[in-house]
């Protein structure tokens, strides 16, 4: 789909020009936070430090791990760096660093993990996706055995070549389901979230008639107490251990998702870079 007026024009390069995207709106258009039942005693449990964990990004340490579905048809490895931004920003890579041809932007708001943009400049492309507001994508601390919910409406806007070739209305929810048992046999936080896109603008060829939907899930899983194995040694640190998502129309027709990663360790690599 190409822009047809000049404020679609306008609207892609006021979006290409800004790659931090600050979802200053989210408290006037009224996300609904799920309430968290009082405390079952227990300390909450903090998601916030080991995703990213800033020690082992300052040290130059990356996530290592296998995809099961790569798009080539077999497992492959993958990886995800971070680069540090101010005021709880973050930049996640899926890429060996210093590759950062793909990044998703996320911030930690004062009580949840809010995700706003994914840019992907890989092989050719130019291409961003941007939510606004930006959805919440778990809570910054959950008290264990409680229920924690988030939901929200945003426009979803993709960008290609600097033109808008894709806008739609984004119906979110985010949850803790609880701790799980995961491929370290350690136990993890589980955190899922679901959309539905209704798109308004848009065509086939770009996967967003207009008129159509999208329906998408993500699943992050938090070892917020072991982790992951630092290098070669015996040290661990916390972190992020499995992610798994895509289309969930696919996923229900082919029991496939886009991707499912198994991180297994950290690994060394370049210095970081903290932005300003």
Request: proline share 4%; hydrophobic share 30%.
């Amino acid at each position: 789909m190409r822009a047809e007026t000049n404020q679609n024009n306008n609207l892609a390069e006021q979006l290409r020009a800004k790659r931090y995207i600050v979802a200053s709106a989210i408290a006037a258009l009224g996300l609904a936070f799920g309430a968290t039942p009082a405390g079952s005693g227990e300390k909450p449990v903090n998601l916030k430090s080991p995703h990213p964990n800033l020690e082992m990004v300052q040290k130059g340490y990356f996530l290592d791990g296998i995809n099961k579905f790569d798009p080539s048809g077999k497992p492959s490895r993958s990886v995800l760096w971070f680069e540090l931004g101010d005021k709880g920003r973050f930049e996640m890579h899926n890429s060996l660093p210093p590759e950062d041809c793909h990044t998703d932007y996320y911030q930690w708001k004062k009580n949840y993990l809010s995700y706003t943009e994914t840019s992907d400049q890989c092989e050719g492309k130019d291409r961003q996706v941007v939510i606004l507001p930006g959805i919440g994508y778990m809570p910054r601390a959950w008290n264990l055995g409680t229920e924690w919910e988030m939901s929200g409406t945003s426009s979803e806007t993709h960008i290609k070549f600097g033109k808008v070739v894709c806008r739609g209305i984004m119906e979110w929810r985010s949850e803790v389901i609880g701790v799980e048992k995961v491929h370290t046999g350690q136990d993890a936080v589980h955190t899922q979230t679901t959309q539905e896109t209704k798109w308004t603008f848009g065509k086939a060829e770009d996967d967003c008639p207009a008129g159509g939907e999208q329906r998408w899930e993500e699943n992050f899983r938090i070892d917020y107490q072991n982790g992951l194995q630092i290098g070669t040694g015996s040290a661990l640190a916390p972190s992020l251990v499995e992610s798994e998502g895509g289309n969930s129309d696919n996923h229900i027709r082919t029991g496939e998702w886009d991707w499912s990663v198994n991180f297994h360790g950290w690994s060394k690599g370049s210095a970081v870079r903290v932005k300003k």
